[in-house]
């Protein structure tokens, strides 16, 4: 949105409405703490879209990141939303490329949700808008 700004991990959750081409999202961060990950599913009513920000640094916590997702994507409630996969820090030498980070996740074995992984660096902007356009396109097509 034009602006850097400075973060911390989420405790808890944290709401904001944001308008793409007059269409507005009402978003939810909710944290990715293993203490908090026991309430995420109290979200998941009525969502349309999971988007989900991997550190492209960390190959430390991506078999976390696959098991978290499947469960995820295993809730009823999310049987027709699709996934958005933001792979941050793409600016960051050495990062796992978005391939890497695809076949990590075992992304092409995901066939009952749309889903796009975009590389993309917070601090710049660069491939946010891409992938929230991957969205919008997806809101067409319903």
């Keep these: 949105m034009n602006e850097v700004v400075h973060t911390s991990p989420t405790i808890g959750s944290n709401v904001e409405e944001i308008v793409v081409n007059n269409t507005r999202f009402l978003m939810w961060d909710i944290g990715g703490q293993e203490s908090l990950r026991s309430s995420w599913n109290t979200y998941y009513t009525n969502t349309e879209f999971v ?47 978005v391939a890497e980070i695809s076949q990590f996740l075992k992304l092409t074995s995901i066939k009952d949700h749309q889903w796009h992984i975009q590389a993309c660096c917070a601090l710049t902007g660069e491939g946010l808008c891409q992938g929230l356009e991957w969205m919008m396109s997806r809101l067409k097509i319903r």
């Design 51 to 97: 988007i989900v920000v991997v550190d492209s640094t960390d190959r430390e916590r991506i078999s976390v990141t696959r098991e978290e997702l499947y469960k995820m994507l295993a809730h009823e409630d999310l049987r027709k939303a699709g996934l958005l996969i933001f792979a941050n820090k793409q600016d960051v030498k050495e990062c796992m490329t």
